[in-house]
């Protein structure tokens, strides 16, 4: 029992500090530099190479730099640049380099000097001064077609000043998003002088203040925070420049259960879909190493000596330094010498492409799943096996990882961290190589096989801890039933296709039993659109009614979201049925020596069936009987519907309707539902005249609810054909 004790604690602490790295809770270097590793190796290995004939980058390179002189150039050496690769047929010019102070003419201001006492010299002078002011001539340069310049955002606390002019925004936070959305915030910037903002088609920004500690570009931010507004990087906007089109941010909205989600999924430039993450930012596509894009030297463009002037001709050209001495090298997973304008470009390459890895917010969640997953089968598993298979069936969990992990990089473009699920796989099969705990293992793979396909995992989890209390052998208890049932189903089937009705009854069928599973209730049976399930076995709930009702109302607003997703991409609406009963049942494994079902049977289960049948009748979503209400009278608020004899049933029973929880019902709701209790009272003491007046009040109040026409429908019947003197309010229903 303690060698027991000592791996299984520590198998468990093992995978609980993983766990914890990865919730972020702790910080191990070792993972993350193993992880950073990885993820370059996965980059090198899967690059597709070769070079992007759309996009060519003007080198500032040293050659450039002997002919033309040092760096910065004029703007008019500039402008003439410029107005080459136009004359080249560049689509789009981008410059990787900003320009935030002005470029003084000398010459100008010694004219000006000069022209200080004579007026007529000085009046001349002014009227072709613009004709010397090389920042308006490069800005004009740039308005001759569509240009894309670049600025610079600060994100030091320490750095807070603003140089030149910022273009507009991409869009402006909404305050029920703001606190949810987490791109980098910028604390000033250095942009563009005015008149060459002012003359550009567009400009993003060019800082990446996303770099990891290592000082590798695995990432480039699309969006940076500044004030109240988000705008677009370089790469951004020369795509949207490009296609003639702009840059759009696509918001999700956040399930209830993940409330803290990302709002921000992706953005979207007409019908690409470029997904970023939490920060806003991309994993940067990497063609290859350095010198995956064709490269111009600038100077060859200024004097009009390209080689091969098909190059340029319908591209898109980033102008940008190469040379070392200018300071824009970077590290990449290819090495540590890399122009940064090449980064540029493999990001501009992606959009436009439409080639994006990404690591949505969820992937957190599924690596937590990933390493929770194999770390506790391989803690479970592996120790009842001998030494030999142990260590085969490792290879086979390593192998179905990697394989996993790179059918996900290539196929679904999915980056899901594969560190710490080996890291978690190699730990547990060395912490438990000797000795396992049979008899658990065995105990737990015994409830799987028995209730697997029944519960959801965590109470099959929770029954291995006391095998002993479960069975599958057939027992008489008090459990609650739930039927649910899509209405006017066949009508919807003939509609649609073979794959199309596959498709809709797997996701209204997945979401349903979800909410079963939650609710800690035990999936019978489905039967083509319905669904049967129950509360109350095989784990023992003495809240079973409760939980029953919970699911019921819970379906409900699940179905209000699909059917929003149905609409939406033209699918027909679906309304659903959700009876309820309360009774003491048959529950076990039953059927023949052929098949056999762990079920529920008896006068309970069917009336179960009858209720959810009864809902299309009065009009009403969920119906629960008179049992259920008395099981569960506290949290929720009922409406009583009526007094009925079913089909198969002598006696009466009272049927209700959910209304919702007792303390989230408004006041008007709960206003009507006293006027329909007092239209009962009268209905049953046959004063039709009383009834049918509360009765339309409450239809002028809510003309949609039927269950009001149809009490009106049914006095009108009863004026025509009195009931019988015994009448005792109770409708028998013939059908099923």
């Known amino acids: 029992m303690k060698r027991y004790l000592i791996r299984l604690v520590s198998s468990l602490a093992l995978i609980g500090l993983l766990v914890a790295h990865i919730h972020g809770t702790i910080r191990i270097p070792f993972v993350v530099q193993f992880e950073r590793l990885l993820y370059d190796t996965r980059v090198r290995l899967t690059a597709p ?15 450039s730099l002997d002919n033309e002189g040092h760096w910065p150039w004029s703007r008019d050496k500039l402008a003439e640049m410029v107005t080459r690769l136009y004359d080249y047929g560049v689509e789009v010019v981008g410059f990787d380099v900003v320009f935030p102070e002005r470029d003084v003419s000398f010459e100008l201001e010694t004219l000006r000097e000069l022209s200080r006492n004579d007026s007529g010299f000085s009046r001349t002078l002014e009227r072709y001064a613009p004709q010397l002011n090389r920042d308006a001539i490069f800005g004009e340069a740039l308005g001759q077609g569509r240009s894309v310049v670049a600025y610079y955002f600060h994100t030091d606390d320490r750095v807070d000043y603003e140089t030149g002019e910022l273009p507009m925004a991409a869009f402006e936070f909404d305050d029920a998003i703001r606190d949810d959305i987490h791109l980098p915030v910028a604390t000033g910037f250095s942009a563009n002088v005015p008149e060459i903002t002012n003359g550009a088609y567009s400009a993003g920004f060019i800082s990446n203040p996303l770099i990891a500690d290592d000082g590798i570009v695995r990432r480039a931010p699309l969006l940076h925070a500044y004030g109240n507004e988000a705008y677009e990087s370089l790469s951004l906007a020369m795509a949207a420049t490009y296609l003639d089109d702009i840059a759009l941010p696509l918001f999700v909205d ?26 806003g930012a991309v994993l940067v596509p990497y063609r290859g190493a350095a010198g995956s894009f064709e490269y111009i030297s600038a100077t060859d463009v200024i004097n009009g000596t ?14 940008g330094a190469t040379a070392p001495g200018l300071v824009d090298l970077r590290s990449t997973p290819f090495g540590s010498i890399y ?11 992606g959009i436009l492409d439409d080639n ?13 799943i990933a390493v929770l997953a194999f770390g506790l089968l391989a803690a479970f598993v592996l120790p009842v096996l001998s030494a030999v298979f142990a ?14 992990n790179a059918w996900l990089w290539d196929v679904k473009l999915h980056v899901l961290p594969l560190a710490t699920t080996l890291i978690v796989l190699f730990g547990t099969y060395l912490l438990n190589m000797v000795y396992g705990y049979f008899f658990e293992s065995r105990s737990r793979s015994h409830m799987n096989e028995l209730f697997g396909q029944y519960v959801p995992p965590d109470l099959v989890s929770e029954m291995a801890h006391d095998p002993t209390h479960y069975s599958m052998e057939s027992e008489k208890r008090e459990l609650s039933v739930l039927f649910t049932d899509i209405r006017s189903f066949t009508t919807i089937s003939e509609a649609l296709d073979a794959q199309e009705l596959s498709d809709l009854l797997n996701r209204f069928l997945t979401p349903m039993t979800q909410v079963v599973h939650d609710t800690q209730g035990t999936i019978d049976k489905y039967m083509g659109d319905c669904i049967m ?18 699911a019921g109302l819970e379906m409900l607003r699940a179905m209000e979201k699909l059917n929003t997703a149905f609409v939406a991409e033209g699918l027909p609406e679906l309304k659903v049925g959700v009876g309820i009963n309360t009774g003491t049942m048959s529950v076990g494994n039953m059927g023949s020596r052929f098949r056999r ?17 009864l809902t299309k009748v009065y009009g009403v979503d969920m119906l629960v009987s008179e049992f259920t209400r008395d099981a569960a009278p506290d949290r929720f608020l009922y409406r009583e519907i009526d007094q009925v004899r079913v089909k198969g049933k002598r006696l009466p029973v009272g049927i209700y309707e959910v209304i919702g929880e007792a303390n989230k019902v408004p006041d008007i709701e709960r206003a009507r539902l006293l006027q329909f209790e007092q239209a009962m009272k009268l209905y049953r003491a046959q004063d039709w005249d009383g009834a049918e007046g509360i009765l339309h009040d409450l239809v002028e109040q809510v003309p949609g609810k039927p269950l009001y026409r149809m009490y009106i429908e049914r006095i009108r019947t009863f004026r025509e054909q009195p009931p019988p003197d015994d009448w005792d309010g109770v409708y028998t229903h013939d059908s099923k």
């Open 49 to 63: 190479g070769g070079k992007d004939s759309k996009i060519v980058i003007i080198a500032l390179d040293e050659r």
């Open 254 to 279: 956040a399930p209830l259960l993940l409330q803290g989600y990302p709002p921000l999924e992706a953005m979207v430039i007409g019908d690409r879909r470029i997904p970023v993450d939490a920060q």
């Open 306 to 319: 390209v080689e091969r002037p098909e190059l340029l001709d319908g591209s898109i050209v980033l102008i």
């Open 339 to 349: 122009p940064g304008v090449e980064i540029h470009a493999n990001v501009l390459a």
């Open 356 to 368: 994006f890895r990404w690591q949505p917010a969820y992937t957190q969640a599924a690596e937590m």
């Open 391 to 404: 260590t085969l069936l490792l290879g086979v969990m390593v192998t179905g990882a990697v394989w996993t």
């Open 533 to 550: 399930a129950f509360w109350g076995a095989p784990l023992l709930d003495i809240d079973h009614a409760d939980h029953a009702i919970s």
């Open 597 to 613: 079902a762990y079920t529920v049977l008896g006068d309970a289960v069917n009336l179960g069936s009858r209720l959810e049948g």
